[in-house]
């Protein structure tokens, strides 16, 4: 529970954070970093405008997209305190349900029959489909290291063991913020800044929603970036106690802001073709990973 | 009790020759009452089979086939009910479906007729426990099948699917012979109990690859399923749903009981199955995600479903080979249930398929668009089973692909760094089939379904008849109870388990009733999930009301004169993934060039179209040099009754001949 609440915390300013780190590299003063929440609350107060060749395929998937987001943020531990939901396996029901939410996102922009929401549609999906196994081998890797197979159980007892862990922990780290940022369709994948259409990912497929289903969407990708910050912080946080325990969650939340927005103001966006190698080395990196965890366990001959 | 499996043939042949009989609209009811009475029948046996009182019966066969033994137990029961449940869906999707062919009133009456032997050999094959008998049944059912198959022999195209799909099931019949006569002359019976006699002392390799090339060439295991994207297409919709639902798993059902037999090996043969299982549906989901024909797609993506059973069944015989019962049971039960739950969707996804079929014409779904305005029930349900097939939840598919997955996971456990190394990459393996089956639905649904129509069609299409909705109905129905009541199902499937393997005792570890509650949490979170979209949906609904909303045009991005034709299609959905991988899914275009100094360009025409990996390059290239070889020998069957004759002369003298120089006996 109490993850559910920092998570919604976190959420409110990490955007904000990104953009102002954006901002100050590029040599401006920026928004304040709540911005993007005001932004949300301004389209939550808003009419809609719908395609004429929607259905309510279209009305529906953005609520489906961020109840997925929702309920993904049940399953995320916090420290030592379960999440609302968790059992043995509980991290496949984490992916499936964010697929769920994708796969309505995806068909909601192709529900407006524009070329651009297909273009982009057919993007989203093919490359959150090579970031899929990088996840798992990275969460089967952790299930080796640990001889558990629930977010928690697995965090929890990560650094019993020995302290290389933290050296894997750091690389897993690395692993889970690209993938937040290629959920996020985020710079190295996508410029959610561009204003060619033709180059935009996850911006072109919501060119057609506005009002509180814009809002909607712009909130779950708000709680998706700060989901995966909370997974990355529960590498590290183990068993440490509460009391260090939330001011660590939200300076680590800060910190990996910052280095979205550092990473976003000095990469340029791979070429549109190059994007689903640099996937695949998440997924070898992954691999690497679970080696190395392979060798922690002894299992390595 | 056990007398009443008499009555499943005698009412099938009864009904044969009613069919006969009955006038043309009769006839379609006439099947629908034997399927229905047939399922009554064999399902009032296996029900309390599963429940663990197997029943069995012999009949004499006399002094070549010896005693024949009849049994139904846990499995057979599992599987007999799937078949019932699909065929019976089937027939009454199949009465409306095929309304529209009254007017072909001879083909109507042997089409029913083939069905329902065709529920009937299905059935059998799963009860008689006696090699020779049992290929008999097989064969039934494959040519049964391959009739029903052909519905539309007019259309040269489909003759040849149905060819295709003859010549291959004999190959595997040709496999399967090879293993009963082995068995035959090795142990000296053809009961099925000479598997355990065999296996008890024998390696059990080589007969088992015997059996799971014969059994894999049913059920769609690379590289022996290129007969699935013919016959799939081109057999009338509710018989593609009923093969694509059953006809398939039955070659799963004998794989299941000839690994129930095994003894030892399991390392080799789990991990030989395993391997091949992750290749197979990551070879089926890409084939899938490129294909424009949407029926062909529904085939490759049976393939797929295929390698997620055999990852579950080979993470089994792993499992069994480590004396991890807990792998056993996560394993095969998540295999188990996945043939359960992809008989559901599948033929639910064929039947929502064949109702665009039936009001369109066209299996291209480049042609389609926007059918979610004048077909809005089917598109639901296609949608439902689109979802359920790429395993999300709230939908069943989740329930047993979380139960491989977890037997996947709890393999890692494992000591051999091989298995672990193995374990990993299947889990990575099922994590990409799943991210395809989301971008072959997608492009499917959105396709068909979304956006606006992209050519004019020949009829305006409707929403199909009630008759052909009901069934799907009664599909989601049963799709529902299992993901609400998942932990009930997954007790049954542990009862069958804990009696299947015959060759070591697997009791059901204590990790698996763990494995049965945290089923029942899962369902409870699937609706949770389910509540929480309908809160935020309650949230929007509250929000909107009484906000202007307005309906526009959708934004052209400043271009204002769009046409249907602009939108994205199946083809460019899957380009670049086709692109990516374009070693395995081949593109052939055809096309012409623009000729150098060519001003005033006329029309052209342009055509690309995706191969078959192994089709075109292993298979193909073998029967072109067999036809080749063959050709040679084309001087015998010259078309002169004379050289006929000769060569009838000729027999008989080598028969003389030989029997007199004691060469022949």
Known sequence: MLSLLFILLAASFFTGIVVRTKSIASGRKGPGIFQPVKDVVRLFKKGAVYSETSSFVFRIAPTI?????????????????????????????????LALGKFFSIIGALDTGSSFEGMGASREALFSMFAEPAFFILMGSLALMTGHTSF???????????????????????????????????????????????????????????????????????????????????????????????????????????????????????????????????????????????????KFI | MVELINSSWILALLAAII???????????????????????????????????????????????????????????????????????GVFYGTGYLKAYANTAKKLGMHWILFVLFQLSMVWVCMIQHGLVFLIAWEIMSLSSMMLVIFDANNPKTLKAGINYLVQMHISVVFLTIGVVWLYFRTGTFSFDAFTTYFGTNSNIWLFLVFFVGFGLKAGFIPFHSWLPHAHPAAPSHVSGVMSGVIVKLGIYGIFRVASYLRSDYLVLGEI????????????????????????????????????????????????GNHMPILYYLGFGGALLHVLNHSLFKSLLFYSAGSVYQQTHTRNMEKLGGLIKSMPRTAVLFLIGAIAIGGMPPFNGFISEFLIYSGLIEGIKLQSMTQIIIMVLSVAGLSVIGGLSIVTFTKTFGTIFLGTPRQPLDHTPHEVSRLMLIPQYIIIIMMLSISIFPQAYLQVVGNILSNLAKGIAVPQPVEFTDYISIMQSIN???????????????????????????????????????????????????????????????????????????????????????????????????????VYGANYFRFIQNGRVQSYVLYGIVFIIAIFLLTIFNIVL
């Open chain 2, 524 to 626: 409870l979170y699937s609706l949770m999930f389910v509540g929480v979209m309908a809160v935020f949906w309650g949230i929007r609904t509250l929000m909107l009301r009484g906000r202007t909303q307005t309906i526009n045009a959708t934004w052209g991005c400043g271009y204002t004169a769009p046409t249907s034709r602009i939108q994205y299609t199946g083809k460019s959905f899957s380009k670049s993934l086709g692109k990516m991988f374009n070693f395995i899914v081949i593109e052939r275009k055809e096309y012409q060039e623009l000729k150098a100094g060519e001003i005033f360009p006329a029309t052209k025409k342009y055509t690309s179209h995706y191969h078959d990996f192994f089709e075109f390059r292993l298979i193909r290239p073998i029967t072109n040099r067999v």
């Open chain 1, 65 to 97: 997209y961020f109840s997925s987001v929702f309920v993904a943020m049940l399953i995320v531990p916090f420290g030592s305190s379960k999440g609302l939901i968790s059992f043995n396996g509980d991290f496949i029901f984490f992916a499936y349900v």
């Open chain 2, 19 to 89: 069919l006969l009989l009955v006038p043309t609209k009769m006839k379609a009811y006439t099947a629908a009452f034997a399927v229905v009475a047939n399922a009554i029948v064999t399902s009032c046996l296996a029900i309390p089979a599963l429940s663990g009182q197997p029943v069995s019966l012999t009949f004499g066969g006399g002094s070549i086939l010896g005693d024949i033994l009849i049994r139904i137990d846990e499995l057979s029961a599992w599987f007999i009910l799937i078949i019932n449940f699909t065929c019976i869906t």
């Open chain 1, 152 to 298: 928690q159980e697995i965090f929890t007892t990560l650094h019993l063991g020995s302290s290389i862990t933290y050296a894997l922990g750091v690389l897993a780290a690395s692993v889970f913020l690209m993938i937040a940022m290629i959920e996020n369709s985020r710079m190295p994948i996508d410029d959610p800044k561009t204003h060619l259409e033709l180059t935009m990912i996850h911006e072109v497929m919501i060119l057609d929603n506005s009002g509180f289903d814009l809002g909607l969407i712009l909130t779950a990708g708000y709680l998706k970036f700060a989901l995966y910050g909370a997974i990355i912080f529960n590498l590290f946080s183990g068993s440490i106690a509460v009391g260090y325990a939330i001011p660590l969650f939200f300076a680590m939340q800060a910190f990996l802001a910052v280095v979205v927005g550092i990473i976003e103001s000095f990469m340029a966006r791979s070429r549109m073709n190059h994007n689903a190698q640099f996937i695949v080395v998440l997924s070898s990196v992954a691999l690497l990973i679970f080696f190395g965890a392979l060798m922690v366990s002894g």
């Open chain 2, 273 to 320: 199955l395993i391997i091949l299982s992750v290749l197979t549906g990551l070879y089926g989901i890409l084939n899938a995600a490129v294909h424009r024909d949407f029926k062909r797609m529904l085939a490759y993506c049976t393939i797929e479903n295929i390698g997620i059973i055999g990852i579950g069944i080979g993470t089994g015989l792993i499992g069994l």
